[in-house]
Protein backbone atom coordinates (compact mmCIF):
# COMPACT_ATOMS: atom_id res chain seq x y z
CA UNK A 1 0.00 0.00 0.00
CA UNK A 2 1.32 3.13 -0.89
CA UNK A 3 0.76 6.29 1.65
CA UNK A 4 0.79 9.76 1.22
CA UNK A 5 2.31 11.94 4.58
CA UNK A 6 1.64 15.25 4.23
CA UNK A 7 2.75 18.60 6.80
CA UNK A 8 3.28 21.70 7.08
CA UNK A 9 -0.43 22.75 8.09
CA UNK A 10 -1.12 25.35 10.65
CA UNK A 11 -2.34 28.91 11.55
CA UNK A 12 -1.53 31.69 9.86
CA UNK A 13 -2.43 35.27 9.97
CA UNK A 14 -3.65 37.06 6.71
CA UNK A 15 -0.80 37.83 4.46
CA UNK A 16 1.59 35.14 5.61
CA UNK A 17 3.00 32.40 4.25
CA UNK A 18 2.65 28.06 5.12
CA UNK A 19 4.62 25.52 2.75
CA UNK A 20 3.03 22.26 2.87
CA UNK A 21 4.88 19.14 2.02
CA UNK A 22 4.01 15.86 0.77
CA UNK A 23 5.58 12.15 0.56
CA UNK A 24 4.89 9.12 -0.89
CA UNK A 25 5.76 6.21 1.31
CA UNK A 26 5.40 2.50 1.75
CA UNK A 27 5.11 0.32 -1.35
CA UNK A 28 6.24 2.54 -3.74
CA UNK A 29 8.22 -0.33 -5.61
CA UNK A 30 4.43 -1.50 -6.92
CA UNK A 31 4.05 2.21 -8.77
CA UNK A 32 5.62 2.82 -11.91
CA UNK A 33 5.37 6.32 -12.63
CA UNK A 34 3.76 8.67 -10.75
CA UNK A 35 1.88 11.04 -13.52
CA UNK A 36 0.56 13.84 -11.46
CA UNK A 37 0.75 15.14 -7.57
CA UNK A 38 -1.01 18.07 -6.14
CA UNK A 39 -2.98 19.67 -3.89
CA UNK A 40 -6.55 19.50 -3.21
CA UNK A 41 -8.64 21.86 -0.37
CA UNK A 42 -11.88 20.94 1.17
CA UNK A 43 -13.11 24.62 2.93
CA UNK A 44 -15.66 24.04 5.49
CA UNK A 45 -19.19 23.15 3.69
CA UNK A 46 -17.69 22.93 0.62
CA UNK A 47 -16.49 20.11 -1.80
CA UNK A 48 -12.85 19.85 -2.49
CA UNK A 49 -11.27 21.68 -4.98
CA UNK A 50 -8.23 21.76 -6.91
CA UNK A 51 -5.57 23.97 -5.43
CA UNK A 52 -2.40 23.12 -8.15
CA UNK A 53 -0.96 19.96 -9.49
CA UNK A 54 2.46 19.30 -11.23
CA UNK A 55 2.93 16.45 -13.70
CA UNK A 56 5.97 14.22 -13.99
CA UNK A 57 7.37 16.55 -16.49
CA UNK A 58 7.20 19.52 -14.36
CA UNK A 59 3.81 21.09 -16.13
CA UNK A 60 1.44 22.93 -13.71
CA UNK A 61 -2.37 23.37 -13.37
CA UNK A 62 -3.24 26.09 -10.68
CA UNK A 63 -6.52 27.30 -9.39
CA UNK A 64 -7.46 30.64 -11.07
CA UNK A 65 -7.36 31.55 -6.82
CA UNK A 66 -4.02 31.11 -6.02
CA UNK A 67 -2.11 31.95 -9.42
CA UNK A 68 0.62 34.03 -8.72
CA UNK A 69 0.59 33.30 -4.98
CA UNK A 70 1.27 29.39 -4.71
CA UNK A 71 3.70 27.85 -5.90
CA UNK A 72 4.09 23.82 -6.58
CA UNK A 73 7.32 22.23 -6.84
CA UNK A 74 8.15 18.01 -7.31
CA UNK A 75 11.12 16.15 -6.47
CA UNK A 76 9.99 12.61 -8.59
CA UNK A 77 13.31 10.96 -7.78
CA UNK A 78 12.15 11.37 -3.64
CA UNK A 79 8.08 11.38 -4.75
CA UNK A 80 7.86 14.61 -3.12
CA UNK A 81 5.75 17.35 -3.95
CA UNK A 82 5.60 20.95 -2.12
CA UNK A 83 3.38 23.96 -2.17
CA UNK A 84 4.52 27.15 -1.45
CA UNK A 85 1.46 29.48 -0.32
CA UNK A 86 1.92 33.19 0.07
CA UNK A 87 -0.07 36.35 0.95
CA UNK A 88 -2.58 33.80 2.64
CA UNK A 89 -6.50 35.02 2.63
CA UNK A 90 -9.13 33.39 5.10
CA UNK A 91 -10.78 31.85 2.05
CA UNK A 92 -7.52 29.93 1.82
CA UNK A 93 -8.05 27.60 4.71
CA UNK A 94 -9.53 24.29 4.74
CA UNK A 95 -8.46 20.83 4.89
CA UNK A 96 -5.36 20.58 1.78
CA UNK A 97 -5.10 16.71 0.98
CA UNK A 98 -2.16 15.75 -0.94
CA UNK A 99 -2.78 13.80 -4.23
CA UNK A 100 -1.25 11.36 -7.04
CA UNK A 101 -1.83 9.56 -9.69
CA UNK A 102 -0.30 6.93 -10.73
CA UNK A 103 0.75 3.71 -12.89
CA UNK A 104 0.84 0.95 -11.86
CA UNK A 105 4.10 -1.85 -12.55
CA UNK A 106 1.85 -4.65 -12.54
CA UNK A 107 -1.26 -3.71 -14.77
CA UNK A 108 -3.81 -0.35 -14.58
CA UNK A 109 -3.72 3.05 -12.62
CA UNK A 110 -4.61 4.26 -9.34
CA UNK A 111 -5.39 7.46 -7.23
CA UNK A 112 -4.22 7.79 -3.99
CA UNK A 113 -4.76 10.81 -1.40
CA UNK A 114 -3.39 11.67 1.84
CA UNK A 115 -4.75 12.06 5.01
CA UNK A 116 -5.27 15.83 5.11
CA UNK A 117 -3.57 19.16 7.33
CA UNK A 118 -5.52 21.47 8.18
CA UNK A 119 -4.68 25.24 7.43
CA UNK A 120 -6.51 28.15 9.24
CA UNK A 121 -5.83 31.67 8.39
CA UNK A 122 -7.14 34.42 10.51
CA UNK A 123 -5.80 36.96 12.52
Known amino acids: QVQLVESGGGLVQPGGSLRLSCSAS???????????MGWYRQGPGKQRELVAV???????NYADSGKGRFTISRDNAKTTVDLQMNSLKPEDAGVYYC??????????????WGQGTQVTVSS
Open 99 to 112: YAHARLRLFGARDY
Open 26 to 36: GSISSIDVIDV
Open 54 to 60: VGSGGST
